[in-house]
């Protein structure tokens, strides 16, 4: 056993908490330990080649390096053990910056940990052996969840690579949100005019297989492999038969509130979500269509030149294989009805943004017109209210939703545009304008739309003669303020979605309390999940404007295309391993594995035995602590390694 | 008032002091103003809430201890509940208050706030419950201002607002015990 | 999170890396206690998020049978904690590690610990 | 009990032209003893004895893994087995972890009244100069060359029978004789209470003691009907490395902990590690917590339902009694 020890400064990361050549001389006392250095930068090209000459000169086979966390750079070290002719799995890494140096303040106690950490390193490492990975094939499809803007993004960048993709999108059209905004910031162009034709081009490329009105039900498999059960749930429509004329939808008698148009107006048991539907095939909602309830009705099929209503129409189920997966499930506005103070519903001149985005549209229920709701009034005033659960940790909602702002501003100049002579007052805490043109974007509003910002929250609105009025503060005056307005906007904050944390479950990645999505590294690896293969992208990470989920999403597909340039894939090959002669054939592995990673073995004496699928095999452990006899072992952290790291650093009674 | 203010001469004992008898962080304050937006007396203030808690953020000990509005104060508590980060203000209120009287700050001891909450105290020994009637005759006559608010008296009877007879609970005696145990706390009002 | 946050935490603690609680076969922090640790102290996902599916859920069933275990054959439990917490609750972490620092430290003051 | 042996005579020799042979009880050395004994051919049938004092786990030989070589049958021959209720509970565990086979088993079911623990008629004559016994349902005289002594036979059960829960064999082909009915309240973990009203301190010193005296003799493992790893247990494992042979109070301890550990979920009460213990180590109480724990937490008792999978083995999302943060 040659044991070579190396010792990272991290500039003075770690150096300036712990005597980095007192831990190496510590070392150099530690049995198999053949040499021991420290580094100023052990990830720098200088501190690789040392490492390098050092296993090439001395003939290491065991390489423990004290450094930073294993997650940032245990694959460079990797690496370097590979190119010096060495497996690269007989390295250990102990991690001296993220559980040492930077979380303690005394040197001298930072420095006797330090030297308990690597003598717990060196002690597994002397256990470690060589491993080899196997390989598996990769399925070249690729599953983009959500149709919005960033799903059809990634959707496209990923076809027109000329691979496969399958577009699945639970609403019956794809668009998602973006679809209902009127322009967009900081550009002010129509929204619908941008995104219409990506939705088309996605709907008709060659490449991509668009499953709308569909829910994924069920995932298993691993990256390259992943099995997927589709949900195609029951339009009630054949969309070979309809021509997508919607006189059905004009006939149908049933009122329900437009989804679309967030309840500002109605649709029809039968409806299309919006003109620009893609596809634009009409669905039935089977929650109010009297035909489905009462059995009575049935215009539509009545009506329908084609013949294309399918009342009897059931949902099916198909199960696809794809080797990559994008989530991109979007957001939702958090709840605004918690805002009690603020007259949501009491009063119908308090709306929410989205609802503004609706009225400011010309395709919106008033044709673009802004009126007031309660009496049709071009209002005078209007008053824009930002923060609505957004930096407001009583309500459950610390963080910035990062678009509010742009789009209050957004808001000023719209109104100023379609009223002229109506007055426009922004309520605001701090304004976050940090992108491209963005802070111009907001000194427009103010120097030439004449927005009026008021710093301060809005405590209370309340009617007074047919007007809103809105108790607040100027907390640059000072003083408490009052403002009469005829229509309020509610700035609401984004949040994740509960459908998104059920889809996370079954897709088994990491989510947040909010329900956004976690990546694998906020720095490094910002579209990656936590499960390889699955990437995210948009809102459904953190609350994001169009450019950057567009952004993420032409990243996420490149990181598919990353992945499926494979034709094969290499395994982890810390994956747990029988070993034949121990296993008594109780199967006890088999019955907890998560993964079906376990199988039964017949040998030729007729004994049956627990085998391992490496392919399948995600690395948990869980059998091996079940196992009676530790017969089957998880490489990389066997039982022997933990024991060893364990007794060096009680120390006490090693013998036991 | 315009002076410069000289921010290192701050008094940091202070906050500490306000931060433990509140058992509030004053750095969760970002200054949103929503304490002032729905506070019913910012407007007769020379010091609304927010900038009470502004200043307390950066120690100025004397010009908030000698403000009116810390006896201006109803303790509505719409601040503390409309705070979004749950700031109770209110508390901190609470706090200064007995700061101000503790330190012997004058306008402290000109505020009738002390001789109001032993009256309001003793209804509620008396009665198990308030007895706003009497509480207000007494406290108008004690502070020798018999005709305050007094435009106010016919409009709250008519609306059934002030009962002229006290009412009493059941057990009132129970009550006595509890102030009787308790009495060592009482005397810090 | 909490150390690349930077969050001060006692120095006496020193981390044993696993996959995930699934892998605790309840022997290994038994036997670190029979070692001579003073404490053990259990962190992974939250149940439900288990990053490997289901691991933490088998391995809370499991904690939790060791810590009731412990009394019987004289070993405080106090010396055995178990929690759930993510990555992302660097906070939390340190809040738990000092919490528990304190508890092995008293126990030891007491003569109660080994 | 004499109508129940020739019932079980009865009953053998007409299963045994099915079975490779059929494990029982005979004749000890002396009148005090039993063994188990392998009945193949019928001219041994009248070797059989059952009595009160049969208190063999005869589960324990029929794991495959346990058998010895000229033990293992071929595929399609069967064994027979005279089980307690005690001891089907046994079998219901091996059942359930798949590890027996039923259709393999024919198995004879009786009622028990509880056995006799010679260990507790020391005290009034030496059990090892013991000559003649007489045997009623109440009272039991025994006999040597200089003394005789008559008890209570209730005085003398084994603690498990004190608080044992089932008196009939719970998994069986035949019954022989009537079904007793279960006693009521019973508090089957009565030893374990009884060790808990201890201090914490004074739990430490009673095992200390008991551990120390430990010979690592493995009898309590080798007997276990659920101890089936054979050569492969952890216990006698270099790699991993759990344990050394070395013979100390803390390595005893370690010992043992590991074994409770194994057994946790799975021990059926059956004692009889306890009872085999050299050196009287009440060995049985260490996987008795576990399973007053399991049954506390979870309901859940050994040996008394194939189809339920073992509380360890399974999880629910939403714990009843497990805190989220301990």
């Known amino acids: 056993m040659k044991i070579g020890v190396f010792i990272c400064h991290c500039g003075n990361n770690i150096s300036a908490t712990v005597d980095v050549e007192q831990v190496a001389q510590h070392a150099l006392t530690l049995p198999g330990v053949v040499c021991a250095h420290t580094i100023p930068h052990a990830c720098s090209e200088p501190g690789q080649q040392l490492i390098k000459k050092n296993i090439q000169e001395k003939g290491l086979n065991r390489i423990v390096i004290g450094a930073c966390s294993p997650r940032v750079h245990e694959a460079t070290f990797k690496r370097v053990l590979a190119q010096a002719g060495l497996n690269p799995y007989l390295l250990e890494f102990a991690n001296l910056r993220e559980q040492c140096s930077w979380v303690h303040e005394d040197r001298q106690l930072a420095t006797g940990k330090a030297i308990d950490l690597i003598d717990m390193a060196v002690n597994k490492a002397a256990r470690l052996e060589p491993l080899t990975s196997s390989k598996v094939d990769v399925n070249k499809r690729t599953l983009v969840i959500g149709g919005g803007i960033a799903g059809i993004q990634a959707a496209l960048d990923i076809a027109d690579s000329g691979h496969e993709v399958a577009l699945v999108e639970k609403t019956p059209t794809i668009g998602g949100n973006m679809a209902r905004m009127d322009k967009v910031f900081p550009t002010l162009d129509c929204s619908a005019c941008i995104l219409t034709p990506k939705m088309v081009e996605v709907a008709s490329h060659p490449n991509v297989t668009l499953y ?76 109010v269509c009297s035909y489905i309830l009462k059995k009575k009705c049935g215009l539509c099929q009545k009506i329908c030149p084609t013949g294309a209503i399918a009342f009897e129409q059931q949902d099916e189920l198909t199960e696809e294989e794809f080797g990559a997966i994008i989530v991109a499930t979007g957001y939702e506005l958090m709840d605004w009805t918690v805002y009690g103070e603020y007259g949501y519903g009491k009063y119908k001149d308090v709306i929410t943004s989205m609802q503004y985005e609706r009225i400011l549209s010309s395709s919106g229920p008033t044709g673009g017109h802004i009126k007031r709701l309660s009496d049709g009034r071009e209002p005078e005033v209007v008053a824009i209210i930002a923060c609505v659960g957004s930096r407001d940790a009583a309500r459950g909602r610390p963080y910035c939703s990062s678009v509010c702002c742009m789009y209050s501003a957004k808001y000023a100049m719209l109104t100023r545009e379609h009223l002229p002579n109506a007055q426009v007052y922004i309520f605001y805490m701090d304004i976050r304008a940090c992108s491209k043109m963005y802070e111009e974007f ?27 009025v809105l108790q607040g503060a100027d907390t640059l005056l000072g003083q408490s303020v009052e403002l009469e307005a005829d229509l309020v906007v509610l700035a609401v904050g984004i949040t ?27 720095k490094l690896r910002p579209v990656e999940s936590s499960t390889a293969g699955i ?29 499926i340039s494979h034709d094969k ?54 059998c091996s602590a079940t ?16 024991i060893s790291q364990m007794e060096s650093l009680c120390q006490l009674n090693p013998e036991l | 008032m315009n002076r410069t203010l000289k921010l290192n001469q701050l008094d940091d004992q202070f906050i500490k002091q306000i931060e433990q008898t509140s058992g509030q962080k004053l750095n969760d304050c970002y200054q949103c103003g929503k304490c002032t937006a729905g506070c019913p007396i910012a407007h007769s203030t020379d010091l609304p809430p927010h900038k009470i808690i502004r200043m307390l953020q950066l120690g100025i000990k004397d010009q908030v201890l000698s403000s009116p509005t810390i006896w201006l104060c109803l303790s509505c508590v719409t601040c503390t509940a409309r705070c979004p980060k749950g700031v109770d203000l209110a508390c901190i209120m609470d706090s200064l208050r007995e700061l101000a009287i503790k330190e012997g700050v004058p306008q402290a001891q000109k505020q009738p706030i002390k001789l109001f909450e032993k009256l309001f105290l003793d209804a509620i020994k008396r009665h198990g419950r308030l007895y706003e009637m009497g509480t207000l005759a007494r406290f108008n006559l004690l502070t020798l201002k018999p005709f305050q608010d007094m435009e106010l008296l016919l409009p709250l009877l008519k609306r059934g607002k002030l009962k002229l007879t006290p009412e009493s609970i059941k057990d009132v005696e129970k009550l006595a015990q509890i102030f009787a145990s308790s009495a060592s706390d009482s005397e810090v009002h | ?66 810590q009731r275990f412990l009394p019987f054959v004289g070993i405080d439990p106090k010396r055995l904690r178990y929690v759930w917490v993510s990555a992302s609750e660097g906070a939390r972490w340190q809040t738990i590690v000092a919490e528990f620092t304190q508890q092995i430290r008293e126990l030891k003051a007491r003569g109660e610990a080994s | 009990m004499s109508e129940l042996l020739n019932e079980l005579k009865q009953k053998v020799a007409e299963i045994l032209p099915k079975v490779t042979y059929f494990i029982g009880y005979e004749a000890g050395f002396d009148p005090l003893r039993v063994a188990p004994v392998f009945i193949r051919k019928p001219e041994d049938i009248n070797r059989l004895q059952w009595n009160r004092f049969c208190d063999h786990n005869l589960a324990t030989y029929l794991p495959p893994q346990k058998r010895p070589p000229g033990f293992l049958f071929e595929a399609g021959e069967k064994i027979g087995v005279l089980l307690k209720g005690c001891d089907s509970r046994s079998v219901v565990q091996l059942l359930q972890e798949g590890i027996v086979d039923r259709e393999k088993l024919v198995i004879l079911g009786v009622p028990c009244w509880g056995a006799i623990d010679i260990a507790k008629l020391q005290s009034r004559i030496d059990v090892n100069k013991v000559s003649r016994v007489e ?39 035949e019954f022989i004789g009537e079904k007793r009915d279960p006693p009521q309240d019973i508090e089957p973990f009565a030893l374990v209470t009884q060790l808990e009203q201890m201090s914490l301190g004074a739990r430490a010193e009673f095992w200390e003691k008991q551990f120390s005296r430990c010979i690592r003799c493995k009898a309590c493992r080798n007997v276990c009907p659920l101890c089936y790893c054979q050569n492969q247990c952890l216990l006698d494992s270099r790699v991993p490395h759990w344990t050394k042979e070395r013979v100390d109070a803390k390595s005893n301890r370690w010992f043992h902990l590991i074994r409770a550990f194994h057994l946790a979920g799975r021990c059926t009460d059956c004692g009889e590690c306890a009872r085999v213990c050299p050196v009287n180590i009440p060995i049985n109480l260490l996987p008795m917590k576990m399973n007053r724990e399991l049954f506390e937490l979870f309901g859940w008792r050994a040996g008394t339902n194939e189809d339920e999978k073992p509380p360890l083995m399974s999880f629910k999302l939403e714990e009843e009694h497990i805190g989220n943060d301990k």
């Open chain 3, 1 to 66: 999170m909490a150390g690349t946050s930077r969050m001060k935490q006692p120095a006496s603690v020193r981390i044993v890396r696993l996959p995930c609680t699934g892998r605790i076969n309840p022997l290994l922090p038994l036997r670190a206690l029979e070692d001579g640790a003073d404490g053990v102290l259990i962190s992974g996902c939250h149940p439900g998020d288990c990053h490997y599916r289901e691991g933490n859920l088998y391995a809370r069933r499991r904690l939790e049978l060791l």
């Open chain 1, 569 to 622: 894939l290499e395994t982890s090959p810390l994956v747990a391993e029988v070993t034949i002669l121990k296993c008594v054939g109780c199967f006890r592995c088999l019955s907890v594995c998560p993964f079906s990673a376990i199988e039964e073995q017949v040998l030729r004496d007729g004994t049956k035995v627990a085998q391992v699928n490496p392919a399948l095999c995600q690395g948990c452990g869980l």
């Open chain 1, 212 to 287: 709308t009105y569909s829910e994924v039900e069920q995932v298993s498999g691993f990256v390259g492999n992943f099995k997927v059960k589709i949900r195609k749930k029951a339009r009630l429509v054949d969309m070979e038969k309809c021509t997508g004329c919607g006189s059905c939808t004009l006939k149908c008698p049933v009122k329900a509130p437009s989804e679309f148009n967030m309840g500002l107006d109605n649709r029809g048991a039968i409806y299309i979500p919006f003109p620009q539907a893609v596809p634009h095939i009409p669905v039935i909602d089977k929650t």
């Open chain 1, 442 to 468: 907001v000194q427009r509003a103010q120097e030439k739309y004449g927005a009026n910002y008021v710093r301060g929250r809005v405590s209370k609105i309340f009617e007074r003669n047919g007007r809103m």
């Open chain 1, 535 to 563: 990437f995210i992208a948009g809102a459904c990470q953190s609350p994001k404007d169009i450019p950057l989920s567009v952004a993420q999403a032409s990243s996420a597909a490149s990181k598919v295309l990353g992945l």
């Open chain 1, 496 to 522: 994740g979605t509960q459908s998104t944390i059920e889809l996370a479950k079954k897709l088994n990645i990491s989510h947040d309390e909010y329900g956004f999505l976690t990546e694998n590294h906020p």
């Open chain 4, 135 to 173: 045997l009623d349902e109440q009272t039991i005289m025994v006999f040597t060359d200089t003394a005789e002594v008559s008890v209570d036979v209730s005085e003398l059960l084994y603690d498990k029978c004190k608080t044992c829960q089932h008196p009939n064999t719970l998994v069986y082909d």
């Open chain 1, 627 to 642: 196992c009676p006899p530790a017969a089957i072992a998880l490489r990389g952290f066997t039982d022997d390694q933990l």
